[in-house]
């Protein structure tokens, strides 16, 4: 009786995560969606706590310990982190499952090796398989983090030659798996000791030269692989919901990789081997000989009054500036002007997959005006002025017309295809990639600078006055 409720148990968890994936496809339902799966994994945890084992006991108390301490700190880091930082805290936690995963499969190994248990040659390879995932998993999410808070510069990791390091690594961890399985437990841990160093270090090592426009991909791809480790875990324990879920991660990680990869024109192998270069950035209101014209708020805000159309562009300075919501407090006064407002959306817009819808759902924006790169260039081509607050890489006309660009052939969004543009930004610094943008300097173009926040709060008051 108690089995059969564990696997009903398991099949409405499973059913939750599939249904709560489905749900998350769409701003509208992500936050049902989230719901829906945690109350699954919670469904999971609470049968897997009472599901008998084999020689042994449960260690109820440990267990209260891990998920009182793990679920606190989860919590609190959760509540307290800003949105500009969703991305190091998903890199982050991404990066422990992939330790838990590592950890699972070195017990399972220290007790082969120590006579305790035994293992055929395809169980021993699943756990192989189980450590060396989650340690690149747990290394390069971990590289990944250290990015993109910017306490670690991509000239600091990477080495001449990188991509033949990170070949010579990848075969060395490889024949290091194979060697272990042949050795059986006569190998001993000291030779898995260097096979889980050497994993770590390659994990570090596979980031490393991925930066830049990249780091969005490079998210994704690390999500698929703590999935992986998380479903290869399920198969050394014989557990169907942990296999279900990894599974289901791994999919959907690897899924939005390709989708990723294809937004930006490039192929996964492209992108791995290694990021967007990098190129100084001009002064403000200069480079070389090219002067930016910039606007005063009020040239701005009559200009959007009286537009018949307006699309803003969002970007990661909008998430540092919060200024989501005054710009949706611009929208609703636009809009009550009979001005159409949309947003463009570009798939790589931010930090990672979705920062930009995520931080405009936020400010309750409705889903119906937020275009993807492709509507929204159609849309382009009939609107009176275009917004552009925070972006940088993803409108920057080199990715078309500029073959020695190291963007170019990424798809961007074409403002310049507007009447009019407007940017706002701090400086004429470059963004994300490096490189300094041309459309700064395009003769449809005005820059408004300061603080992006501050910027859009003196336009809403002037727009207020009109």
């Known amino acids: ?128 398989f189980t450590l060396l995932i989650g340690a690149v998993s747990f290394t390069g999410s971990m590289l990944a983090f250290g990015k993109l808070d910017g306490r670690i510069k991509d000239k600091h990791v990477i080495l001449p030659g990188h991509t033949i390091i990170n070949i010579i690594l990848l075969v060395v961890v490889l024949a290091l798996a194979v060697w272990l399985m042949i050795q059986g437990s006569a190998a001993g841990t000291g030779l898995m000791v260097v096979f889980l160093v050497a994993s770590l270090l390659y994990g570090f090592s596979f980031v490393a030269p991925i930066g830049g426009a990249d780091m969005p991909v490079v998210i994704s791809l690390l999500n698929s692989f703590t999935g992986l480790s998380a479903a290869a875990a399920g198969l050394i324990y014989g557990n169907q919901i942990m296999l279900v879920g990894g599974i289901l991660v791994g999919a959907a990680g690897t899924i939005l990789t390709v989708l990723m990869c294809d937004a930006m024109n490039r192929s996964l192998l492209n992108v791995i081997i290694g990021g967007f270069g990098s190129a100084g950035g001009g002064s403000k209101g200069e480079s070389g000989d090219q002067v930016a014209k910039e606007a005063t708020v009020t040239d701005a805000s009559i200009q959007l009054f009286y537009a018949n159309s307006v699309m803003f562009v969002p970007g990661y300075g909008l998430a540092v500036a919060q200024a989501q919501k005054a710009l949706k407090e611009l929208d609703d006064l636009l809009e009550g002007n009979n001005v159409d407002v949309k947003y463009a959306i570009h798939p790589v817009a931010g930090r990672m997959p979705g920062h930009m819808n995520v931080l405009l759902a936020e400010a309750d924006v409705p889903y119906p005006k937020l275009l993807d790169l492709e509507d929204a260039n159609a849309a382009l081509k009939d609107t009176d002025t275009v917004v552009i607050v925070g972006a940088n890489d993803v409108v920057n006309p080199a990715a078309l017309d500029d073959p020695g660009s190291p963007i170019y052939g990424m798809p961007v969004l074409e403002v310049w295809n507007a009447k009019n543009i407007i940017v706002l930004k701090r400086s004429m610094s470059p963004g994300y990639a490096g490189i300094q943008n041309p459309l700064f300097f395009h003769e449809k173009n005005r820059m408004l600078f300061g603080d992006a926040k501050d910027s859009i709060q003196k336009l809403v008051q002037e727009v207020k006055n009109m």
Do not use: H
Request: proline share 2%.
């Open 1 to 128: 009786m108690l089995i059969s409720l564990i696997n009903l148990s398991y099949l409405i968890g499973a059913v939750a995560f599939v249904w709560g994936l489905r749900l998350l496809s769409s701003p509208d339902t992500a936050r049902r969606g989230n719901i829906l799966a945690s109350i699954g994994m919670g469904i999971a945890i609470l049968a897997t706590l009472v599901a008998p084992i084999s020689g042994g006991d449960n260690n109820y108390l440990w267990i209260l310990i891990g998920l009182v301490v793990g679920g606190g700190i989860g919590w609190v880091a959760a509540k307290r982190i800003a949105m500009t930082a969703m991305p190091q805290m998903v890199s982050v936690f991404n990066g422990l499952g992939g330790a838990c995963a590592t950890v699972l499969a070195l017990a399972e190994l220290f007790k082969y090796y120590d006579g305790t248990m035994t293992m055929g040659l395809g169980q021993l390879g699943i756990v192989l």
